[in-house]
């Protein structure tokens, strides 16, 4: 048996008091039947203002938009998992 997939469950420690990094709404990343632009274009500028404001507090760069295009501009920002469909194959997986 290969694990896939990891999975955390539990309750928050009420005692410590760490910032909740918000998500995008379910609308910015549920597609059903077609990719609209427009009301995605909102969703990320408003995630992205709101990221930016709990990056200043943590000192952080101030752009998510920047530091995700920086993440994944590169095979370097994978970490390894440009090979994971490779090594899932050698342990039996088929994958089409």
């Known amino acids: 048996m290969f694990p896939v997939f990891g999975l955390t469950v539990g309750h928050p420690d009420r005692l410590d008091d760490a910032a ?3 998500r995008l709404p379910q609308e910015a990343v549920l597609h059903r039947e077609r990719y ?3 009301p995605q274009d909102a969703h990320v500028h408003a995630y992205e203002e709101a990221l930016n404001a709990l990056s200043a507090n943590a000192g952080l760069p101030s752009s998510w ?4 295009a920086a993440r994944f501009g590169t095979v370097a920002g994978l970490k390894g998992r440009e090979h ?3 090594a ?3 342990r039996g997986f088929e994958l089409r």
């Open 65 to 68: 938009v920047a530091r995700v």
């Open 20 to 22: 909740v990094k918000p």
């Open 36 to 38: 609209e632009i427009e």
């Open 84 to 86: 994971l469909r490779e």
């Open 88 to 90: 899932l194959q050698i």
